[in-house]
């Protein structure tokens, strides 16, 4: 039997983890600087969460989750994302009682049974963040702030932001007839979904995959020209605090959020750069969400971005990064006796936090050498038995080749001193 990943899955393997390692810590970084603390929750959760969560005329609840029934009966799915279990985590914790907002960060995997294409996972990786409490617009502009600042810390660059509003229930639902009155002649000229959309949903035939090149589409009434003067002056709001700091933005109406629980700001970070052109990380505003899965009402706004994608765009950009030494010293033991103290040596170093190597497939002299050029390790010692009877050891810098000699006894200070 011959067993692979399956389709969809993947391997991160140690020749690349140092780069994811790069982004997570990075991305907690940021996060911290912004007093955001991490979260983590359950991988799964039950099955209805997500249809209220992330709502169940989407793609993602009725074409893409992973869900089962678990030998208890009960319908079970693995998150699709982030948002639905942070908010279910927040109401079931009481997390409305901590002084507001309440800001939370997660760096997750997630699951979801898409078509394959290239760069596609069926289980990916996001980071992501939500804030509770808050109506803003300062919270909306702070969370474009903290993905801006990792963007920049990260060296990534032609990277713009684009924002909207989508209003409230109230505006929304008077656009809603607007748009009506306008799609009604030609209602019959679009796709399937579309004639479902014009009932229910008319705000989601902006963009609508098939139709939505179609001149119709293209000049049809923008919910931005149509606000409520709250829901105007919290748009304008974000601009402001977005300007105060210096955050370029393009306002582009076409980002719409079909939900009901989405209000107000939605964002998108798009990358400019041919051959990777594209959404990396996109948000918004949810003031409806808590409420409707079961909590008090709470205005809250989040962003999410893949890990897979945000390193490609690193990739193609050129974005170093740079592997840490975790192994400094190799040891390298000359007889048994050696070996004996060299064992007792590198415990030390450990216990000092100080990684090291030594044989341990009775390597020759020349091939333990060989070895530990091979694995780039930076700093190089041989103990042997003159080195035992004379009490000193060269320790051999391998980038310049200089050698410093030191005492066997005050070699474990010596190596804490210089190889921390
Ligand atoms: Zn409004
Ligand atoms: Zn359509």
Known sequence: ????????????????????????KMYADVCHSFGYEEIRIPTFEQTDLFARGVGDTTDVVTKEMYTFDDKGGRSITLRPEGTAGVVRSYIENGMSSLPSPVRLYYNITAFRYEKMAKGRRREFHQ?????????????????????????????????????????????????????????????????????????????????????????????????????????????????SNLDAVGIKYEIDPNIVRGLDYYTRTVFEFVSENVGTQGTICGGGRYDGLVENCGGAPTPGIGFAMGIERFLMEAEAQGVEFTKDDNVKVYLVGMSDTANARISQICYQLRLNGIGCERDLMKRSFKSQM????????????????????SGKVKCKCMADGSETEVGLEGLTDYCIEHMA
Request: aromatic residues 8%; proline residues 4%; contains cysteine.
């Open 1 to 24: 039997m011959k067993y692979s990943a399956q389709k969809g899955t993947g391997d991160i393997l140690p020749a690349d983890i140092y780069k994811w390692q790069k982004v997570e």
């Open 127 to 239: 980071l992501g963040l939500e804030s509770f409490g808050s109506t803003g617009p300062e919270i909306d502009a702070e969370i474009i702030s903290v993905v801006d600042v990792f963007f920049k810390r990260m060296g990534l660059r032609n990277i713009s932001l684009h924002i909207n509003s989508i209003g409230c229930p109230s505006c929304r639902s008077k656009y809603n007839e607007i748009l009506k009155d306008y799609f009604r002649p030609h209602v019959s000229s679009m796709c399937e979904d579309c004639q479902a959309r014009f009932e229910k949903n008319p705000l989601r035939m902006i963009d609508c995959k098939i139709d939505g090149e179609k001149e119709v589409v293209q000049s049809a009434p923008r919910l931005i020209d149509y606000l409520c003067d709250e829901c105007k002056a919290h748009f304008e709001g974000l601009k």
């Open 370 to 389: 060989k070895y530990a050029g091979k694995q780039n390790i930076p700093y190089l010692i041989v103990i042997g038995d003159d080195e035992l009877s």
